[in-house]
């Protein structure tokens, strides 16, 4: 089948290849400025559309009448794609006679939107879902043609979810391409009920602010929701200090205790250990504006039982 690649990310790069493999070919790929976080920038796009003889471009306006036409002498049946900056309009979905093919994390039609793993995290959901979905004029609303989940336990972090995703997506893309291409796959639509729906919006790296009266589970949730290859669950030591928090785990005070949330209670193992709202955590993995490692921030952190970690 003659797939177009829109869009960005490792996992689409990746499905990318996996396609070549198979036997597809790619005659387009598209794609837009990669985010700062991302591990694969435009050139890997380029390189790879270089290998394979593909037509590249590397620019944000996919809906202009000339971005149309090229698309148009692509003659692409299908296209997949991860991570455009923008909704892609009918007027661009039209072409592809198969269907242009998302890749969500989320447990559609739960989490359409933004961040959805985090959020997922964040909640407390027992798993995370990743979808192969028709893209459709209303966001991550179109049939599913594929869907795998991920359970989340206590222990699960936002890199755990992107490294099972850089695995399974390509796997998933792949599985989706073949279906359609042998009339076998059989797209789920979703339900009408918007109730039965949630829509969750972007996250920015101020909302990794802790705030210590929250109860320890909802803290650590905040710590795994925003840790690699985000910026970090963070706080303040005494106001003056940032402190960015990447790992931590529950902790047991010996007895009752009372103590304002954030303070400094004692060390586990060379760990601090943080009052919470309702009990302590101990921080395993933080860094510290101005110092180099992990083990000096936290040698700084627990200096002093009259320190706190300020909200």
Same mark, same amino acid.
């Given at each position: ?26 005659? $387009? ?43 148009? /002498? ?24 198969? *269907? ?29 879902? $990743? ?10 609303? *179109? ?8 359970? $989340? ?6 890199? /755990? ?49 802790? /705030? ?7 803290? $650590? ?91």
């Amino acid at each position: 089948m003659r797939v177009a690649l829109l869009g960005r990310t490792r996992a689409l790069l990746e499905a990318g290849r996996c396609l070549i493999a198979a036997g597809h070919d790619i005659p $387009l790929v598209w794609t837009c400025r990669a985010e700062p976080f991302y591990d694969t920038r435009e050139e890997d796009f380029e390189a790879f559309a270089g290998l394979i003889g593909a037509d590249f471009v590397n620019a944000l306006d996919i809906h202009s009448g000339e971005s149309l036409d090229r698309i148009r /002498d692509a003659r692409c049946e299908a296209a997949i794609s991860m991570n455009w900056l923008t909704l892609l309009r009918p007027l661009l979905l039209d072409l592809f006679p198969q *269907g242009v093919w998302n890749a969500h994390a989320g447990d559609l039609p739960r989490y359409r939107g933004n961040a959805c793993p985090n959020w997922a995290i964040l909640e407390g959901e027992s798993h995370v879902g $990743l979808c192969i979905h028709r893209m459709v004029a209303a966001l991550d609303a *179109g049939p599913v043609l594929v869907r795998d989940r991920l359970p $989340l336990t206590d222990a699960t972090y936002i890199s /755990d979810v992107y490294d099972w995703m850089g695995v399974r997506i390509p796997q998933m893309f792949l599985e989706a391409i073949d279906g359609l291409e042998r009339g076998t796959a059989t797209p789920v639509p979703q339900p009408d009920d918007s109730g039965q729906a949630l829509r969750v919006y972007p996250r920015r790296p101020e909302d990794g602010r802790i /705030d210590w009266r929250w109860p320890a589970d909802h803290v $650590l949730r905040l710590i795994r929701a925003s840790s690699r290859p985000f910026d970090g669950a963070f706080t303040s030591l005494e106001g003056m200090r940032k402190v960015t928090i990447w790992r931590a785990e529950r902790a047991g005070h010996p007895g009752p205790f009372r103590a304002v949330p954030g303070q400094v209670c004692f060390c586990l193992d060379g760990d601090p250990v943080i009052a919470c709202g309702d009990g302590v955590i101990k921080l395993t993995d933080v860094g510290m504006d101005g110092l180099g490692g992990t083990e000096d921030a936290k040698a700084v952190i627990a200096r002093s039982l009259r320190n706190r970690l300020l909200y």
